[in-house]
Every structure is written in C-alpha cells, then in structure tokens.
C-alpha cells in the first residue's frame, strides 16, 4: 500500500514509519518540521519506497495514497502553547485538509486523537463513553478542543461523505526520540536526572498519569487502522502513577543523589488520567506488553545516548 504518515519526522510519527517501512509499504513522510526532524527518518533516506515532504497541512496538498495516518500536530503542552492560534489551525483546517484529501482519493482516515478531549475528567478511569470536561478558554483549549473539533470532522466526513475512518485516543505515550526539550514529564525528569540538574516536579505532585511504551502504542494504532471499528478507541497503559512516584522511580534509576524540586501547577493541568481499555482489549485483541521499568530503562538509554553524542558534537565544533 501507499501510505501517508501527517506529523511523520515526529516521535511517534517516525517510529510508525518504522513499522511501515519494515512491513514493505510505501511510505510518504509528510512534515513541517516544527516539532519533528530529518534526524527521525534518516535510516529511510534514499530507500526508493520512501517519501519525505516538508509541507504544512494548514495548505492544501494532492497526493494518491491508499491510507492516511494523520498525526500531524505539536503534542507537548510547551510547544502547542507557543503559538495557540497556530495549533488550532492544524487541528482544524489542517485535519480538513487531510480529510479533503483521504475524501478524494478513498483512502482510509485513520486520526489521531487524544486522551486530553475529556479534559480533567470526573469519570475514572475514562470510557471512550465519557464526554469530558473540557474549558474551552484556557491555556490548554487550543490544543484540546481543536483536537474535539478534528474528531467531530473525521465523524462529518465520515456520515457526509463515506470517507472511511479510525479515531485513536492516545493516552501519554513516551519512549526513544522524545525531544530533549520537549517539556513532557518523562523527558524532563530523565533528562535532568541525567543532567545532576533538580527534577521539577509540578504542584504537590498527587496528579496521576499512566504511561504507554511506543512500541506498545503503535501496535495498537496498526491493528485498529486495519480493523473495521471506527473508534474512537483509547489506547493507553492502565498502570496509574503519581507524578511524585514517576520522578522517584526516575530518580532511583539514574541518579539517587539527584534533588526533587517542586514548582507551581500550570493552570487546567488534568488532576487524574488512566485509560480503560476495554474496547481495545476485546475489538482488537490488544493490550501494552511493555512495563514501566523497562520502558522507561529504555528511553533512559536512548537519551544517555543523544545527550553524550551531543557533548562530543559540541566539542568537536569548538
Ligand atoms: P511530535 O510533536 O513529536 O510530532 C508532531 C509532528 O507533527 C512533528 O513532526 C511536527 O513537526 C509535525 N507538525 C506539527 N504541525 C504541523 C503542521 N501544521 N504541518 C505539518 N506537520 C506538522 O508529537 P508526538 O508525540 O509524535 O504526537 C503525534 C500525534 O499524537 C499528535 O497528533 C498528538 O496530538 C498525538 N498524541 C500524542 C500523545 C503523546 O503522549 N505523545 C498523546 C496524545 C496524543
Ligand atoms: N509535569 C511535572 N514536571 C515536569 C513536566 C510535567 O510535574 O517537568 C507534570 C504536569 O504538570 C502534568 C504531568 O506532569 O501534571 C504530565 O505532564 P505532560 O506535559 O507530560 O503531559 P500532560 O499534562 O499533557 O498529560
């Protein structure tokens, strides 16, 4: 098959094209560079089966491609933040955009969307059946409510205009190729821990999330793309955690003598989050393989990695 990965040079994006590429697909890797980088898809270049773009989804694009898997858009909260207006627009003209384009074509849909469209839940743990609860003037509603609004279009497309979709509310997801900037809780504390540098911890740190391996993820996103469920359906880990556990966990694998340091909680920050995958469990057989421990022993590894590389990069250029 052709096809086209939206958001494809980002973290889940390029470990997605992985998959693909392995499975022998054709794979168009289309990407504004705004969060993701060439240095993601690099192992692709120059296969003859893969594509790289650079383009914005905010303008319109003809391709010919057999699936879409749209997952274009800035995920973490610093950097959808840092032009808002922007953020709206990609959820919004730019998921019509896409739609437009799987509408002309009759490629399959397939959305990514997120845990953060039930806000800071009063149902736990959350059923794709729970509404939300959602405030659609703060500081997180650019990216929350554009991603309600991508998934009420890809339901309009689908009714109006029998374009064939799948929706995937994604629960915090972390792993290999997160940015060291990122501003997400897993890459903060690690990499801080392996700084020496104090690990910030918002608030009191009773918030809870749960946390899903990639590759665990992107197992789920394969099999529901090639169900025949619409969706939505959450795919998470289940495993809850308080932000305080999650930072002592990180700081006994890295580095004991590290310092907690806590900070204020940003305003409408989701006081509790797990996912209930029923739906996935009994629709698509799936549920997350990888431990917490060991997923996240693996992400500390891949930093080590990219932040030694990046002291002898450093020195090489002086
Ligand atoms: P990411 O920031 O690493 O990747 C997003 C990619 O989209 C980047 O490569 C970025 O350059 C690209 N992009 C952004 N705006 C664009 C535009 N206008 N045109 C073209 N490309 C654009 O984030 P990620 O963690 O890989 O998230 C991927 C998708 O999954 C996002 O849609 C996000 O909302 C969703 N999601 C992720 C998580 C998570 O925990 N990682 C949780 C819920 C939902
Ligand atoms: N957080 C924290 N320290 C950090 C970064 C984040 O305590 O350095 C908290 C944040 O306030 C939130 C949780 O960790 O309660 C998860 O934040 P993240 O940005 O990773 O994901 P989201 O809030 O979008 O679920």
Redesign the pocket.
């Known amino acids: 098959m052709r096809i086209l990965v939206?958001?494809g040079?980002?973290?889940?994006?390029s470990h997605l094209i992985d998959r693909l590429m392995i499975a022998g697909h054709d794979v168009i890797c289309?990407?504004?560079?705004?969060?993701?980088n060439k240095q993601n898809v690099l192992q692709w270049m120059g296969n003859p089966k893969f594509e790289l773009i650079r383009?914005?989804?905010?303008e319109p694009i003809r391709l010919e491609v057999d699936q879409i898997y749209h997952?274009?858009?800035?995920?973490?909260p610093i950097?959808y933040q840092y032009n808002p207006v922007k953020t709206i627009k990609?959820n919004v003209l730019?998921t019509m955009n896409m739609l437009g384009l799987a509408k002309r074509v009759k490629a399959r849909f397939f959305l990514?969307s997120?845990?953060e469209v039930y806000g800071d839940p009063e149902v736990h743990p959350q059923p794709e059946s729970y509404r939300g609860s959602v405030n659609t003037i703060g500081i997180r509603s650019c990216y929350d409510e554009g991603?309600r609004v991508a998934e009420t279009l890809a339901f309009d497309y689908h009714r109006q205009n029998e374009v064939d979709i799948r929706v995937v509310r994604?629960?915090?997801?972390y792993g290999p190729r997160m940015l060291e900037n990122d501003g997400r809780v897993v890459s903060n504390l690690i990499v801080q821990a392996l700084k020496g540098i104090p690990l910030t911890i918002y608030g009191d740190g009773s918030q809870t999330r749960s946390f899903c391996y990639a590759s665990d993820l992107i197992e789920g996103f394969i099999r529901l793309m090639n169900s025949d469920y619409v969706g939505p359906v959450n795919i998470g880990n289940p495993g809850e955690y308080t932000i305080l556990q999650l930072a002592k966990t990180i700081q006994d694998m890295v580095n004991p003598n590290v310092a907690l340091k806590f900070e204020p909680l940003p305003q409408d920050d989701p006081r509790r989050r797990k996912p209930d995958i029923t739906l996935a469990k009994q629709l698509l057989n799936w549920e997350p393989t990888v431990p917490l421990q060991e997923g996240l022993s693996r992400t500390i590894a891949d930093f080590r990695q990219r932040l030694g590389s990046e002291v002898v990069a450093s020195a090489v250029l002086r």
């Open positions: 939206t958001g040079a980002g973290f889940l994006g289309l990407d504004n560079f705004y969060t993701g383009h914005d989804i905010t997952l274009a858009c800035p995920a973490s950097h990609t730019g990514a997120t845990s991603k994604i629960f915090n997801t």
